[in-house]
Nanobody, 112 residues
């Protein structure tokens, strides 16, 4: 069993910043890729960023240069620093751990 709990979402103005955190707990049988997905209203869930156990990041083109993913394995945590936020970043953001472990989702809303 793995539980993933997100925090740090909220409502911000365009150009603002938020930092999402995901705390993992439970049983870990191996070090795994972790990441963030998001789902906007009426849209399919999409990958935002992920990061390997060794710290190698991968970003969606839409967020590259604005978002930074990081992890702290000792704390069983993954983070997403989001800068220069745009209205199109509005979505529910989900923490993910391979394979098939998901957080409950946290709302990020960027006003326009």
């Amino acid at each position: 069993q793995v539980q993933l709990v997100e925090s740090g979402g909220g409502l911000v103005e365009p150009g603002g910043s938020l930092r999402l955190s995901c705390a993992a707990s439970g049983s870990f049988f191996s070090i795994a890729v972790m990441g963030w997905y998001r789902q906007a209203p009426g849209k399919e869930r999409e990958l935002v960023a992920d990061i390997t156990s060794g710290g190698t990041p991968n970003y969606a083109a839409s967020v590259k240069g604005r978002f930074t993913i990081s992890r702290d394995n000792a704390k069983k945590a993954v983070y997403l620093q989001m800068n220069s936020l745009k209205p199109e970043d509005t979505a529910v953001y989900y923490c993910y751990m391979r394979d098939n472990h998901w957080g409950q989702g946290i709302q990020v809303t960027v006003s326009s």
